[in-house]
């Protein structure tokens, strides 16, 4: 077991360069022969081509020590995949500073072999035409481990991933579950220091998602693995880490444990409120609501519904009632609920980031 | 006694060996899980022998000066030969850049990629499957050849093919890690990758003599067909294998102009494209690699 923390980050960011597609209204990629010599040119730096650059992760400074379960939490490109391709080395950082597994950042040779991953789509990296032991033992057997040694892991991941009767079957008669138990399984056949999940709970149902969570919280740590695991659900991430880390726009924008984040939420309760189709209310909000999120309601009545993130006070309902009818449409249902981590994951002014 | 460093040389060497060794034995389980496909690459084996034994038939006696007097005269064996190599040579030069970009899309190179093992591996490793499919056409070419087409080869000089076989293969594979590099280097992901077309479909096909001496091309194509491995290797292995060949009479113009004998010829410039092309490969895939991680563009993104 290494003697710092597993993750030592420092004001890491990504930049990425942008992705230029056309030339004077050309598509570039239907001309083969045009694209390899422009990006010739462009390898040569005999051109700088300017193209917007997109920023996916900016200043990110967090820790994580061994055997923690750490969960990233964010919506769709707010930077959790490169935040997990940059922990496994498959990303440099462009800014910062930082260590994994006890090697710096760029020491990818070294943070390799000493690091699991489970990529969102990771099935496809599966042999269709190989069964699922097979496909485990391949990789088993990529690791140096001598036959015997990979016989037995993979049979033990196989077990506890509730895929031992499924063992012969070939990956193209598995469903998406089992593929993705399989993948799963996959990530655990090496017992490396450090355990990269992301999004890996995608098309379980949810007695082995429950299944998985337990295992991940119980076997990972106890045998003194750490874990990142990212996802955009906050359940599946709460039911799990240690700490959460929220991402927003590739900012950090809660990172603490779960209790400590909904201590920050504290007087805030979400309400959820279904009206009558109508336009947006003529008054402006009142300042006790904190967030308004508005979508149409699916269904041939034509209703509206709205989550509201406001501060809890003895006249809250009354002014946010008010307010919602000044747009005019009836009020049919009201619900009360303290607020989760999928509302802060939604929410960029309620929290500021733990040390940030 | 064994030190700290030859212990980690060993374990990294054991550690290369049994990824190779994996990949091999997985690309061996998918070919023979594919029953009806083993038929069909006999099947395309006799065919292509048999059309070019067709077409042989067509040259009578008074064509074989065609083939020039170096390499003998029965056109089976000369095309056997050119067929035969042919094929694996095709393997090691457009193998590699077709198998990084199906383990790209597909989303192994990640794992490839986070796999204690070179970077380098997957390029051979991926290889098995096509090296599997492929190598063995040669001796299958070359026994349709002799017990149904009439083609004769000599044996005498066998050690002397295998080097140059040996020298050709490495010459090609180094073209194909180049060819594998510009998928990263140059980010060309979809497509005809260049290298590989220039070399195999455009300079290959035409000019490297595989079913006529180059002899018959225009002068200035002849010297252009010097730039490429095939060239030297289907003439070192017809002067060595095909009967009645003549190993002192130059065919390739760089033969003509350099006072060596045409086999020393075609062994030196052998040697020099595999020094050269080989390490080239290697290391400007690399850069591709430490480029791509840079760029974020290493795996696909999902």
Known sequence: MMDGPAVDLRAVGKTYPGVELSLRGTKLETLGPALWVKNAIRAARLTIEAAPPVTALADVSLTVAPGEVLGVLGPNGSGKTTLIKILAGLIRPSAGSGSVVGYPLGSSDAIRRRVSYVSTTGWMGLEWALSARDNLRFFAELSGMSPALARTRTDEVLGALDLTDDAYKLTSELSNGMRQRLIMARA??????????????????????????????????????????????????????????????????????????????????????????????????????????????????????????????????????????SAGGRIVEVEERRPGLQDVMADSTVLAAEGA | MTTPASRRVARAVWRQTAALGAFTLR?????????????????????????????????????????????????????????????????????????????????????????????????????????????????????????????QFRFQFSLAALGFTILLLAAAFGIGAISASSFYLLNIKRGTEPVRFIVQQLLATLLAGTYYPITVLPRPLQWVACFIPHTYAFDALRRLLDPGANMGLPVLPVQRIVPWSPLTVDAVALGLMTAILLPLGFLLYGRGIEKARREGTLTRWQ
């Open chain 1, 188 to 325: 655990l056949l090496w017992r490396t220091p450090l355990v990269l999940l992301d999004e890996p709970f995608v098309g379980l149902d949810p007695g082995h998602r429950q299944a998985l969570s337990d295992y991940i919280r119980r076997e990972l740590p106890a045998r003194g693995q750490t874990v990142v695991i990212s996802d955009h659900q906050a359940e599946v991430v709460e039911s799990v880490a240690d700490r959460v880390l929220i991402l927003d726009k590739g900012r950090v924008r809660a990172l603490g444990t779960v209790a400590h984040i909904m201590q920050s939420l504290s007087g805030l309760i979400v309400l959820e409120v279904v009206t009558e189709l109508s336009d947006t209310p003529v008054l402006s909000p009142p300042p006790l609501v904190r967030r308004v999120e508005r979508r149409m309601r699916p269904g041939p009545l034509g209703l509206m519904h709205w989550r509201l993130t406001v501060e809890q006070g003895p006249s809250t309902f009354s002014a946010v009632l008010t307010w919602l009818s």
């Open chain 2, 27 to 151: 690309e061996y389980r998918i070919w023979q899980s594919y029953r009806v496909n083993q038929i069909m690459w006999l099947t395309n084996i006799f065919v292509t022998t048999l059309l070019f034994f067709l077409m042989g038939r067509m040259l009578t006696a008074a064509d074989a000066h065609l083939m020039g007097a170096a390499y003998g005269t029965n056109y089976m064996s000369f095309v056997v030969v050119g067929i035969a190599v042919n094929t694996f040579l095709f393997t090691n030069l457009a193998d590699p850049y077709t198998r990084i970009q199906r383990s790209y899309f597909n989303g192994t190179m990640d794992l490839f990629l986070l796999s204690p093992m070179s970077i380098f591996m997957p390029l051979v490793g991926l290889m098995t499957k096509s090296l599997l499919d492929d190598y063995p056409r040669l001796f299958i070419v070359g026994a349709f050849g002799m017990l149904l087409f009439g083609a």
